[in-house]
Antibody, heavy 120, light 110 residues
Framework: EVQLVESGGGLVQPGGSLRLSCAAS????????MNWVRQAPGKGLDWVSY????????YYIDSVKGRFTVSRDNAKNSLYLQMNGLRAEDTAVYYC?????????????WGQGTTVTVSS | SYVLTQPPSVSVAPGQTARITCGGN??????VHWYQQKPGQAPVLVVY???DRPSGIPERFSGSKSDNTATLTISRVDAGDEADYCC?????????????FGGGTKLTVL
């Protein structure tokens, strides 16, 4: 069974840092492009970042450029999101999601999410 | 940047058909995906590439698209379909590359 499990969320003060992890199992991880998506309380889905299978190509939403860094370790079947300079508006549930190349890159597998709360 | 517009809410009686729209400039040239999200759960892909269904998704869920509007249609709606539904496209304009989600539509089964 393909599974994605996020971890690393928590309460952090404004300006602080967190590193989220997404552990993948049941798939050839390096073959898949991956994404981070967040959802603020009571709000809709908000794409955050993309990384190619090799890790050589990354994209970010404008609001996190220069503060967040996406990376992956294919040997460890893991995806990461380093978040620095956190702001109150970064408070959200963060999901990792797999792109399905057979489905025109739709996100066919999602983790259960990890909650990030930025507050003093 | 690219914007996808969805109605905040749609209400339908059990057994009827729900139609949820997703508007975007020249969306006809893009591949549209749809997700269902129930409270406290991760999103689930229900339609991909405008009108295809992943395995395990009932035939009651279908998608269509015109030049500027994509539509998710749910026929014979039941209480279990009550959820938020969200559309998604890839934006590859000159000044931005990334995924875009619509604001989401809450489907209420009366």
């Amino acid at each position: 069974e393909v599974q994605l499990v996020e971890s690393g969320g928590g309460l952090v003060q404004p300006g602080g840092s967190l590193r989220l992890s997404c552990a993948a199992s049941g798939l050839t991880f390096s073959s898949y492009e991956m994404n981070w998506v967040r959802q603020a309380p009571g709000k809709g889905l908000d794409w955050v970042s993309y990384i190619s299978g090799s890790g050589s190509t990354v994209y970010y939403i404008d609001s996190v450029k220069g503060r967040f860094t996406v990376s992956r370790d294919n040997a460890k079947n893991s995806l990461y999101l380093q978040m620095n300079g956190l702001r109150a508006e970064d408070t959200a549930v963060y999901y990792c999601a797999r792109e399905w190349s057979g489905g025109k890159d739709a996100f066919d597998i999602w983790g259960q999410g990890t909650t990030v709360t930025v507050s003093s | 940047s690219y914007v996808l517009t969805q109605p905040p809410s749609v209400s339908v009686a059990p057994g009827q058909t729900a139609r949820i729209t997703c508007g975007g400039n020249n969306i006809g040239s893009k591949s549209v995906h749809w997700y269902q999200q129930k409270p406290g759960q991760a999103p689930v892909l229900v339609v991909y590439d405008d009108s295809d269904r992943p395995s395990g998704i009932p035939e009651r869920f279908s998608g269509s698209k015109s030049d500027n509007t994509a539509t998710l249609t749910i026929s014979r709606v039941d209480a279990g379909d009550e959820a938020d539904y969200c559309c998604q496209v890839w934006d590859s304009s000159s000044d931005h590359r990334g995924w875009v989600f619509g604001g989401g539509t809450k489907l209420t089964v009366l």
